[in-house]
């Protein structure tokens, strides 16, 4: 026998209670018994008033051509964020903005110790809303509801034009609410004004899986389309610290560029001055330089070449040779400096230095193989060869700052477009790109 | 998610740059060639580089 303390007996579970629909006789269940203002009827659609034990008829309509099928029964239960609810009512709303009515459907969840709370839905978008705990503070453009910021949405008026169940209220098919939406993804603070009665309500955006998976629903939710209001965004949650770290990487790459320059070893290996005499154009023009020794790591070798040419070319078939190996590096370079003066003013183009950089070179003996060629009107000119090891690259730093950028400005705009299509379905819509060209290029 | 997978991306990135820095990368093109004969060293013209006849820019404007 334990001696532990007996369970709790598990609290009664709640009875449907069974009436008539006085104008057509189907059967009519109750199920958050005395809570319920209204019922309707599943049948001929009446609206009853749940407080009458003979359940007066409140409002008939003719829904038979506007039915609508709630995507989740009425009855049916499920766990919503831990806590056991049945939906008991289900009405659709629309608004009319321009002209085109927008329609979304609203389902009253029950549970007899937590309450009521509601699933919105509109184009497969779904929200968590129950009623405000506190009075927010609401201006124009604003509102603060527990210690965070809300931003004026839209304020339009919604249309009751079909209900099912029961409700808390007296519902009416017709009535007609003024409705004010204030958003902080993944969140929406409603107001609803009906008469001169004032609701606030706060909602939290949620997919459709969810919903699946809590009252679990057959086959898949309907894909959500377009962008809703408080839809959140892991893209535009996360820009600020994307665009942190991208600033903290280029810091890196700032520092590793110190770094780099810091210790590169920039050794002159060689550095000598040739003549290229075209008196001696039959002899043969290539010739090698002294060996040369690379040391350290595998690094790059950098060629510079000067020549002091004025309008014409010098051309090196230079090749870097491992005297031990036989590994070679061959690579072409042309000097070549034009000037002069036209209608347009002077001009000038090209250098009278190169500079090349061999990547990856073992360290080992060297030499160059050297073979110039010249602009034939030429009839020799002296040209300097620096050979230096291991000089930084900044190209590489360049490239980096790129690669780190581009997903960057990728995401931004990803976040951009999402932002602006959540918005042009606001009072608030941003002025339509094409259309802000437009009105640039008229004036 | 996007973050995490930001985060890696930029050090690798960064790590990939400085491996190259370390190692002597370079954006210029060269052409590597294998077993060189020794000869070249007593007789430059026994090697031919493959830029040679190499269309050469006359200038002017």
């Not at chain 1, 937590?114 to 497969?124: A, H, I, M, T, V």
């Not at chain 1, 978008?125 to 931003?151: F, T």
């Not at chain 1, 031990?324 to 000038?348: K, L, P």
């Not at chain 1, 061999?358 to 010249?374: D, T, W």
Request: with cysteine; charged share 20%; glycine share 6%.
């Amino acid at each position: 026998m334990s001696a532990g303390t007996p369970p709790l007996p598990e609290p009664p579970k709640p009875q449907a209670k069974a009436l008539n629909c006085p104008k057509c006789g189907a059967a009519i269940a109750l199920r958050c018994f005395g809570q319920a203002e209204t019922v309707v009827c599943g049948s001929c659609h009446s609206i009853l008033d749940a407080k009458d034990p003979n359940l007066a008829i409140l409002q008939q309509f003719e829904a038979a051509t506007r039915d609508d099928k709630p995507l989740i029964p009425l009855g049916t239960r499920g766990k919503l964020r831990g806590t056991d609810y049945e939906v008991i009512g289900f009405q659709r709303r629309h608004s009319k903005v321009e002209g085109i009515s927008y329609y979304w459907h609203e389902y009253l969840l029950f549970n007899p110790y937590k309450g009521f709370r509601y699933l919105s839905e509109y184009n497969g978008h779904w929200n968590d809303i129950s009623v405000c705990k506190q009075l927010p503070m609401a201006e124009a453009s604003s509102a603060n509801y527990l210690g965070e910021i809300y931003k004026h949405f839209q304020t339009s008026d919604a249309n009751t034009d079909f209900v099912l169940g029961e409700f808390p209220w007296q519902v009416r098919v017709g009535e007609h609410a003024v409705v004010t939406d204030f958003i902080h993804p993944p969140r929406v603070l409603s107001s609803e004004k009906l008469d001169k009665e004032v609701t606030w309500s706060i909602g939290e955006y949620m997919y459709g899986r969810e919903i699946w998976d809590a009252f679990k629903l057959p086959d898949r939710p309907p894909e959500a389309t377009g962008v809703y209001e408080n839809q959140p965004s892991s893209v535009t949650t996360n820009l600020t610290s994307i665009w942190i770290a991208f600033a903290a990487f280029a810091i890196f790459l700032l520092a590793f560029m110190a770094g780099f320059d810091l210790l590169s070893k920039k050794d002159p290996v060689l550095h000598e001055t040739y003549q290229l005499n075209r008196a001696n154009a039959k002899n043969e023009a290539s010739f090698v330089t002294d060996v040369f020794e690379l040391t350290g790591h595998t690094s790059n070798v950098q060629v510079k070449t000067y020549a002091p040419v004025s309008n014409h070319w010098v051309y090196f078939n230079y090749a870097l040779i491992n005297q031990d190996t036989g590994q070679a590096w061959d690579f072409g370079r042309e000097v070549s400096y034009y000037y002069g003066y036209d209608s347009d003013g002077s001009w000038n183009e090209g250098k009278q230095k190169d500079t090349i950089v061999i990547p990856s070179v073992p360290s080992g003996h060297y030499y160059l193989r050297i073979e110039p060629e010249a602009d034939p009107s030429l009839p020799g000119i002296p040209y300097t060869v620096d050979v230096t090891r291991d000089v930084p690259v900044f190209e590489i730093y360049g490239i980096a700052f790129v690669a780190l950028l581009l997903p960057v400005l990728f995401i931004s705009w990803r976040a951009y477009t999402f932002e602006r299509s959540r918005w042009s379905e606001s009072d608030h819509a941003p002025t339509p790109i094409l259309q802000t060209q437009s009105s640039e290029d008229d004036s | 998610m996007f973050r995490k997978f930001y985060l890696l991306y930029g050090f690798l990135t960064l790590g990939t740059a400085a491996f190259g820095q370390y190692r002597g990368w370079s954006l210029d093109t060269i052409n590597q060639l294998k077993n060189v004969p020794k000869s070249v060293r007593d007789n430059p013209g026994s090697y031919r580089s493959v830029y040679s006849g190499y269309h050469h820019y006359t200038g002017g404007k």
